[in-house]
């Protein structure tokens, strides 16, 4: 098994590092997954030698099970929990809440500018726009201007129809069942 693994290591040291070309993904809708599927990609990323970064808009710095994996796939892996714990009140944002939204976006667009990254996942942008933490317009300015060989996934609940138009693709997922319905509650590893 060993050489098995050695021999992809070489192959993927030989292989020419970055994306010929980024593509804008959405993974938006009422069901569970989207953050996991976001994370999946990123770790197919990371396995072809890509850096990969996630700056979370809604989570703040408490642990959580992506964090510690990305702490040991640091540095190819990093994700930036830029919002409060806790929860956002959706008819009432707080001004904190709406400065650490600010914030991220700004990241968002270093990071761009800087071109530290192969792959950028906005994670729970969707819901930032929808609770008006960030403009719309400020997101799809960033799209815009994104650099060619950026792969960019926004994601999180209620995507505007303007990302959705925007994006080479779209995945919308859909909740035909959740144990959270019968009472089962989050489970570390799991949900966390």
């Given at each position: 098994?060993?050489?098995?693994?050695?021999?992809?290591n070489k192959?993927?040291?030989?292989?020419?590092?970055?994306?010929?070309?980024g593509l804008?993904?959405?993974?938006?809708?009422?069901?569970?997954?989207?953050t996991?599927?976001?994370?999946?990609?990123?770790l197919?990323?990371?396995?072809?030698g890509l850096?990969?970064?996630?700056?979370q808009?809604?989570?703040?710095?408490?642990?959580?099970?992506e964090?510690?994996?990305?702490?040991r796939?640091?540095?190819e892996?990093v994700?930036?929990?830029?919002?409060?714990?806790?929860f956002?009140?959706?008819?009432?944002?707080?001004?904190?809440d709406?400065g650490?939204?600010?914030?991220?976006?700004k990241?968002?667009?270093?990071?761009?500018?800087?071109?530290?990254?192969d792959l950028?996942?906005?994670?729970e942008?969707?819901?930032?726009?929808?609770?008006?933490?960030?403009?719309?317009?400020?997101?799809?300015?960033?799209i815009?201007?994104?650099?060619?060989?950026?792969?960019?996934?926004?994601?999180?609940r209620g995507a505007?129809?303007s990302?959705i138009?925007k994006?080479h693709l779209v995945?919308?997922?859909?909740?035909?069942?959740?144990?959270?319905?019968?009472g089962?509650?989050?489970?570390d590893?799991?949900e966390?």
């Amino acid at each position: 098994m060993t050489s098995a693994f050695s021999a992809v290591n070489k192959k993927l040291k030989r292989k020419k590092m970055g994306l010929d070309k980024g593509l804008v993904q959405v993974y938006t809708g009422e069901g569970k997954g989207k953050t996991t599927a976001a994370l999946g990609l990123a770790l197919r990323a990371v396995g072809r030698g890509l850096r990969v970064v996630m700056i979370q808009f809604l989570k703040g710095d408490q642990e959580t099970g992506e964090l510690n994996m990305a702490q040991r796939l640091s540095p190819e892996l990093v994700i930036k929990p830029m919002g409060r714990d806790g929860f956002v009140d959706p008819g009432n944002p707080s001004p904190e809440d709406i400065g650490l939204a600010q914030e991220a976006l700004k990241e968002a667009q270093r990071i761009l500018d800087e071109k530290v990254c192969d792959l950028l996942i906005l994670d729970e942008v969707n819901v930032a726009v929808s609770l008006k933490l960030v403009k719309e317009d400020a997101v799809l300015k960033l799209i815009d201007e994104k650099p060619g060989n950026v792969e960019l996934i926004l994601t999180g609940r209620g995507a505007p129809a303007s990302f959705i138009e925007k994006a080479h693709l779209v995945t919308n997922m859909e909740s035909t069942k959740h144990y959270f319905d019968q009472g089962e509650g989050a489970r570390d590893g799991i949900e966390s």
